[in-house]
């Protein structure tokens, strides 16, 4: 069975500093996928960024970069110069084929202004 | 293009009824899943419905079932429902390809009293 395992309940940064959150996933398949999404107070579940595990190449979306090391099966999401809009859960997932998601338990993130 | 609805919003159940969640997949998409989230963790995967059929299930007992219509709408029922059974139950939608980005709805508050 697959997991997902986010170390890092809570966490809180300055408004426009950056921070990574941390992600590690167990998993005997070579070929899946990889999500990160934001659960704001309103809680629908929004996608942020998607990593292919087949891709070498780590994932962008405007301030949101990952970090995808495979062979340690870490997934971290780095956010860069965070803004009060981005305070919210983060829930990493995981998925192999069209099968389900595998979420961790979220990083519950705080932006200070 | 209207993304995942779901209804209704709000909910509140006597312990021992039965509930009716209804859930409408993006514009396109044939694939639609359900997930229960509890307060303070992360979503669990209840079922998977394609082609009006159940594809695949999480470890929810038969108490839970479901239902997809040919417009792909779902139906998720809970019957017997139990003071636990109070979450936010997400739906989520998709297209039945390897890797393809999930979407999710708002959500349905259940409590359960």
């Known amino acids: 069975a697959q997991t997902v395992t986010q170390s890092q309940p809570e966490m809180s940064v300055q408004e426009a500093e950056t921070v990574t959150l941390s992600c590690t996933y167990d998993t005997s398949e070579n070929n899946y996928y990889l999500f990160w999404y934001k659960q704001p107070p309103s809680r629908q579940m929004i996608l942020v960024i998607r990593q292919e595990a087949y891709k070498q190449q780590n994932a962008t979306e405007n301030r949101f970069s990952v970090n995808f090391q495979k062979a340690a099966k870490s997934f971290s999401l780095k956010i860069s110069d965070s803004q009060l809009g981005d305070t919210a859960m983060y829930f990493c997932?995981?998925?192999?084929?069209?099968?389900?998601?595998?979420f961790g338990t979220g990083t519950r993130l705080t932006i200070i202004p | 293009d209207a993304g995942v609805t779901q209804s209704p919003t709000h909910l509140i159940k006597t312990r021992g009824q039965q509930v009716t969640l209804r859930c409408s997949p993006k514009s396109g998409h044939d694939t639609v899943s359900w997930y229960q989230q509890a307060l303070g963790q992360g979503p669990q995967f209840i079922f998977q419905y394609y082609e009006e059929e159940e594809r695949q299930r999480g470890n929810f007992p038969d108490r839970f079932s479901g239902h997809q219509f040919p417009n792909y709408s779902s139906e998720l029922n809970v019957n017997a429902l139990l003071l636990g059974d109070s979450a936010l139950y997400l739906c989520?939608?998709?297209?039945?390809?390897?890797?393809?980005?999930?979407?999710f709805g708002e959500g349905s508050w259940l409590t359960v009293v």
């Open positions: 997932a995981f998925r192999i084929g069209n099968e389900k998601l595998t």
């Open positions: 989520a939608s998709s297209l039945l390809i390897s890797g393809n980005t999930i979407y």
